[in-house]
């Protein structure tokens, strides 16, 4: 099995509704943005995937989601902007995109992240 990931970063702030705390206000993180994918077969010239059409599909999900207020996005007018709710949306969006994709992992901090899969 091979797998491949790519990283990408993106400002942006979010409130957390009902949060019990601080980071119910709005607050801002540098996120990373990280997609993993999978796979058993490679192609005719020995590669998974194209790393730059993989950065280039990323690309436009960090382009949408940079120096936003996520708490305004229609994605997340019925949940939170949540990690955990960031990298499940993101994943179904561009799992049209790259049928390979495995997870998406997003980081708040550089300590801490969530991430979404179906396996």
């Known amino acids: 099995m091979f797998e491949l990931q790519v ?5 942006s702030a979010h409130a957390l509704r009902g949060y019990k705390g601080s980071c119910e ?3 801002g993180h540098t996120w990373k943005i990280q997609i993993s994918l999978k796979g058993d077969n490679l192609n005719s010239i020995g590669i ?3 790393f730059r059409d993989i950065r280039e ?8 989601l940079d120096h936003k ?19 499940k949306v993101f994943y179904h969006k561009l799992k ?10 997003v980081w708040e901090t550089p300590q ?7 396996e």
């Open 25 to 27: 206000n709005i607050h």
């Open 69 to 87: 207020f996520l708490n305004d996005l229609e994605e997340f007018q019925e949940i939170n902007p949540s990690s955990e709710n960031i990298a």
């Open 57 to 64: 599909k990323l690309g436009s999900v960090v382009k949408y």
């Open 48 to 50: 998974l995937h194209d």
């Open 7 to 11: 990283d990408d970063t993106f400002d």
């Open 112 to 118: 801490t992240c969530a991430s979404f899969s179906e």
């Open 96 to 105: 049209k995109e790259i049928p390979a994709i495995s997870k998406l992992t």
